[in-house]
């Protein structure tokens, strides 16, 4: 059995009149993130990390912000495309480890349905997700709530 570890980082502008996509859920928020899809910052580091781990590219390689077929598109899309492209290569999830760093709002009351959102698509269980969040101290683009980025580890196992 191989493995594989994938990294993957995202970042989205937070405006006002927008709605909020995390983990596949609509999180309450007086700001939303910005982006060409529903720019769900979280499944896109996800999707980045598992890309890198097959060593099949990135996020923006496999679904451009240039077409108008991801326009406001549901970024479970992707995931499950991705998962898909991994799949026919061999591969499975092992485990996914994700931070998300926001000022607000309080995101712990939402991770237990980010997770059941996950797993199915993931194809692992929800003790096999985690999902953290912290705040960047007030400090710099995410302090000031002009933006929000999420990271994400994954690990890969060749079936
Ligand atoms: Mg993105």
């Known amino acids: 059995m191989k493995i594989r570890v994938g990294l993957g980082f995202d970042v989205h502008e937070l405006k006002s ?10 999180i309450p928020s007086d700001l939303g993130a910005v982006g060409h899809s529903d720019a769900d ?5 996800l999707c980045d990390a598992i890309l890198g781990a097959a ?6 390689h496999h679904f451009s912000n240039k077409d ?7 970024s479970k899309i992707f995931l499950r495309e991705v998962m898909a492209m991994i ?8 485990n996914a480890d994700c931070t998300l760093v926001l000022e607000s709002p309080k ?8 997770k059941a959102a996950l797993a199915p698509i993931l194809g692992i269980s929800e003790s096999d997700i985690s ?16 933006g929000i980025n999420a990271t994400s580890v994954v690990l890969l196992s060749s079936k």
């Open 55 to 60: 060593g099949m590219r990135d996020i923006g």
């Open 17 to 26: 009149g927008t709605p909020l996509h995390l983990g596949g859920i609509l």
């Open 87 to 94: 799949s026919s290569k061999g591969w499975k999830v092992e």
């Open 68 to 74: 108008d077929r991801w326009r406001n598109a549901d």
């Open 107 to 114: 995101i712990n009351p939402h991770i237990d349905q980010m």
């Open 131 to 146: 999902i953290k969040a912290t705040t960047n101290e007030g400090l710099g683009y995410v302090g000031r709530r002009e």
């Open 41 to 45: 910052v979280l499944i896109h580091a």
